[in-house]
């Protein structure tokens, strides 16, 4: 869904576990002064239900096809910092 964003080229959502709960993070490869996360969470909002909801946007310069088969986030050189979980 995020890939359908015209300023997104690249995105992988993974759960990440936070504090014992699990979260998703959205890990974006971003088109040059397009997007910020604040944006990509209004786009969503029509989209998606409120639980498939990223708790973090991580923007990087490249997702490595590496970094994709890894197993939950540890693949992933971007730190993101993920929310809360949402009720």
Do not use: W
Request: net charge positive; glycine share 10%; hydrophobic share 40%.
């Amino acid at each position: 869904m995020l890939e359908k964003h015209p300023g997104v080229a690249q995105a992988v959502v993974t759960a990440r576990e936070v504090n014992g709960e699990k979260r998703l993070a959205a890990y974006i490869v971003a088109l040059p002064n397009t997007v910020t996360a604040g944006e990509l969470r209004r786009y969503l909002k029509d989209l998606l239900p409120e639980y498939m909801m990223a708790g973090g946007f991580c923007f990087s310069e490249i997702i490595s096809p590496d970094s994709q088969r890894q197993s939950g986030s540890e693949g992933f050189a971007c730190a993101c910092a993920v929310g809360p979980a949402r009720k």
